[in-house]
Protein backbone atom coordinates (compact mmCIF):
# COMPACT_ATOMS: atom_id res chain seq x y z
CA UNK A 1 0.00 0.00 0.00
CA UNK A 2 1.22 3.67 -0.42
CA UNK A 3 -0.05 6.76 0.66
CA UNK A 4 -0.29 10.12 -1.13
CA UNK A 5 -0.75 13.37 1.10
CA UNK A 6 -0.37 16.68 -1.12
CA UNK A 7 0.21 20.25 0.90
CA UNK A 8 1.23 23.44 -0.11
CA UNK A 9 -2.48 24.61 -1.99
CA UNK A 10 -3.66 27.95 -0.38
CA UNK A 11 -4.74 31.50 -2.32
CA UNK A 12 -2.43 33.46 -4.04
CA UNK A 13 -2.75 36.34 -6.29
CA UNK A 14 -2.74 36.46 -9.97
CA UNK A 15 0.92 36.40 -11.01
CA UNK A 16 2.25 35.15 -7.36
CA UNK A 17 3.45 31.40 -7.28
CA UNK A 18 3.02 28.17 -5.07
CA UNK A 19 5.21 25.18 -4.46
CA UNK A 20 3.35 22.22 -3.96
CA UNK A 21 4.52 18.81 -2.34
CA UNK A 22 3.84 15.12 -2.22
CA UNK A 23 4.70 12.79 0.37
CA UNK A 24 4.63 9.20 -0.30
CA UNK A 25 4.33 6.53 2.80
CA UNK A 26 3.84 3.25 3.01
CA UNK A 27 5.74 -0.27 2.49
CA UNK A 28 5.76 0.30 -1.18
CA UNK A 29 6.62 3.70 -1.59
CA UNK A 30 10.26 2.55 -2.99
CA UNK A 31 8.09 0.76 -5.97
CA UNK A 32 6.76 3.87 -7.67
CA UNK A 33 7.65 4.61 -10.30
CA UNK A 34 5.86 7.59 -12.44
CA UNK A 35 4.72 9.61 -10.26
CA UNK A 36 2.24 13.24 -11.66
CA UNK A 37 0.37 15.90 -10.83
CA UNK A 38 -3.36 16.45 -11.83
CA UNK A 39 -5.86 18.88 -11.22
CA UNK A 40 -9.17 19.60 -11.33
CA UNK A 41 -11.25 22.58 -11.81
CA UNK A 42 -15.15 23.59 -10.80
CA UNK A 43 -17.02 22.12 -13.03
CA UNK A 44 -14.50 20.16 -15.63
CA UNK A 45 -12.64 17.17 -15.79
CA UNK A 46 -9.60 16.08 -13.90
CA UNK A 47 -6.58 17.08 -16.37
CA UNK A 48 -2.72 15.97 -16.63
CA UNK A 49 -0.29 18.64 -15.52
CA UNK A 50 2.75 17.36 -15.43
CA UNK A 51 3.84 13.51 -15.28
CA UNK A 52 7.84 12.29 -14.37
CA UNK A 53 8.57 9.47 -15.82
CA UNK A 54 11.81 8.08 -14.80
CA UNK A 55 14.70 8.23 -16.97
CA UNK A 56 12.71 10.14 -19.26
CA UNK A 57 11.71 14.15 -20.09
CA UNK A 58 9.12 15.25 -17.42
CA UNK A 59 6.09 16.11 -19.59
CA UNK A 60 3.51 19.33 -19.24
CA UNK A 61 0.27 20.65 -20.39
CA UNK A 62 0.67 23.14 -22.80
CA UNK A 63 -1.62 25.21 -20.32
CA UNK A 64 1.38 25.25 -17.51
CA UNK A 65 4.45 24.88 -19.76
CA UNK A 66 7.01 27.06 -18.61
CA UNK A 67 5.50 28.50 -15.38
CA UNK A 68 5.33 25.28 -13.79
CA UNK A 69 7.65 22.79 -12.85
CA UNK A 70 7.79 19.25 -11.53
CA UNK A 71 10.35 17.34 -9.78
CA UNK A 72 10.76 14.33 -7.54
CA UNK A 73 12.89 13.67 -4.01
CA UNK A 74 13.26 9.77 -4.26
CA UNK A 75 15.34 9.47 -1.24
CA UNK A 76 12.65 11.39 0.51
CA UNK A 77 9.74 9.72 -1.71
CA UNK A 78 8.09 13.32 -2.49
CA UNK A 79 7.24 14.93 -5.37
CA UNK A 80 7.08 18.45 -5.79
CA UNK A 81 5.34 21.32 -8.18
CA UNK A 82 6.50 24.89 -8.64
CA UNK A 83 4.03 26.93 -9.78
CA UNK A 84 5.03 30.17 -10.56
CA UNK A 85 2.84 33.33 -12.60
CA UNK A 86 -0.08 31.74 -11.70
CA UNK A 87 -3.39 32.60 -13.03
CA UNK A 88 -7.00 32.59 -12.35
CA UNK A 89 -7.42 29.54 -14.79
CA UNK A 90 -4.84 27.52 -12.71
CA UNK A 91 -7.41 27.50 -9.48
CA UNK A 92 -8.50 24.11 -9.01
CA UNK A 93 -7.77 20.89 -6.80
CA UNK A 94 -4.47 19.63 -7.70
CA UNK A 95 -3.79 15.84 -7.01
CA UNK A 96 -0.48 13.51 -6.99
CA UNK A 97 -0.40 10.78 -8.45
CA UNK A 98 1.58 7.87 -8.56
CA UNK A 99 1.85 4.42 -10.29
CA UNK A 100 4.09 1.17 -8.38
CA UNK A 101 6.70 -0.53 -11.06
CA UNK A 102 5.66 -4.02 -9.98
CA UNK A 103 1.49 -4.24 -10.73
CA UNK A 104 1.11 -0.75 -11.87
CA UNK A 105 -0.51 0.12 -9.08
CA UNK A 106 -2.07 3.78 -9.09
CA UNK A 107 -2.73 5.68 -6.06
CA UNK A 108 -4.18 9.56 -5.59
CA UNK A 109 -3.44 11.54 -3.17
CA UNK A 110 -7.00 13.75 -1.19
CA UNK A 111 -5.59 16.60 -3.43
CA UNK A 112 -5.23 20.57 -1.92
CA UNK A 113 -7.12 23.65 -3.16
CA UNK A 114 -4.84 26.13 -5.55
CA UNK A 115 -7.17 29.55 -5.84
CA UNK A 116 -5.92 32.61 -7.59
CA UNK A 117 -7.56 35.21 -7.04
CA UNK A 118 -7.00 38.89 -6.37
Known amino acids: QVQLVESGGGLVQPGGSLRLSCAAS?????????MAWYRQAPGKDRELVARIVPRATTMYADSVKGRFTASRDIAKGTAYLQMNSLKPEDTAVYYC???????????WGQGTHVTVSS
Open 26 to 34: GRERFNIGI
Open 97 to 107: YGQTVIGTVAY
